[in-house]
């Protein structure tokens, strides 16, 4: 079992950032991809970025490219999502997932672990 807790989210206002964390614990993570994902009500579920544990490897969704950046810390067990530039459209519920593969990848179905998630609303 791997348990995942995030935290950082809050009100921002347009244009500002915040940066989330992803504490992973449990089972060895060295084989795993952490995500983030977010959901809007009424909106599917949306990858947002992903990075793999072993070699730091990348991907980002369209809509966040340029604007967010993943990173990690293996001593900690924790991943950050730092969100700049942000917009109202990236309200939403985030979410850190874990997948034990060995490339990077944005399907949720990937995932077998999930966050409670943390709640980010972007507005004036």
């Known amino acids: 079992q791997v348990q995942l807790v995030e935290s950082g989210g809050g009100l921002v206002q347009p244009g500002g950032s915040l940066r989330l964390s992803c504490a992973a614990s449990g089972r060895t993570l060295d084989y795993y991809t952490i995500a983030w994902f977010r959901q809007a009500p009424g909106k599917e579920r949306e990858g947002v970025s992903c990075i793999s544990v072993k070699d730091s490897s990348t991907s980002f969704g369209d809509s966040v490219k340029g604007r967010f950046t993943i990173s990690k810390d293996n001593r900690k067990g924790t991943v950050y999502l730092q969100m700049n530039s942000l917009k109202p459209e990236d309200t939403a519920v985030y979410y850190c997932?874990?997948?034990?593969?060995?490339?990077?990848?944005?399907?949720?179905?990937?995932?077998?672990?999930w966050g409670q998630g943390t709640q980010v609303t972007v507005s004036s």
């Open positions: 997932a874990a997948a034990l593969t060995g490339w990077t990848t944005l399907d949720p179905h990937s995932y077998d672990y």
